[in-house]
């Protein structure tokens, strides 16, 4: 089943430097507003389960706020250790409609260290 793109935010809802939390179904999804624009993810930190919407946006990366692991927002992977990624999503920006189109889930490992 393909999920369609939904209208999750406006753009001026989040500024640049700054994420936003959102609950879709059952999932917690974070979202980016970099300089090179908008991104998405699982919202939930594979480490110890952190609150990635919390976390800072430094560069290409949101690092969690409970352990600083760092996230690329656009690959989703962990440059501290490429073995560990997020879930991210995929993002359209329609006049000022924040568009996101879910990727499928992947099942999660209880706390990673």
């Not at 976390?55 to 989703?76: A, K, M, Q, R, S």
């Amino acid at each position: 089943m393909t999920m369609e793109f939904v209208e999750v935010a406006r753009t001026s809802d989040i500024p640049v430097g700054r994420a936003k939390g959102l609950r879709i179904g059952d999932r917690s999804i974070a979202l980016y507003h970099t300089p090179k624009g908008f991104f998405a993810s699982d919202g939930v930190c594979p480490h110890r389960g952190g609150p990635l919407a919390e976390g800072d946006i430094i560069g290409d990366e949101i690092v969690c706020p409970w352990h600083l692991w760092g996230f690329n927002v656009f690959t989703g992977v962990c440059d501290g250790n490429r073995d560990i990624s997020i879930v991210t999503h995929e993002v359209r920006v329609e006049d000022d409609r924040i568009l996101l189109r879910l990727s499928p889930a992947r099942e999660t490992t209880s706390s990673l260290l």
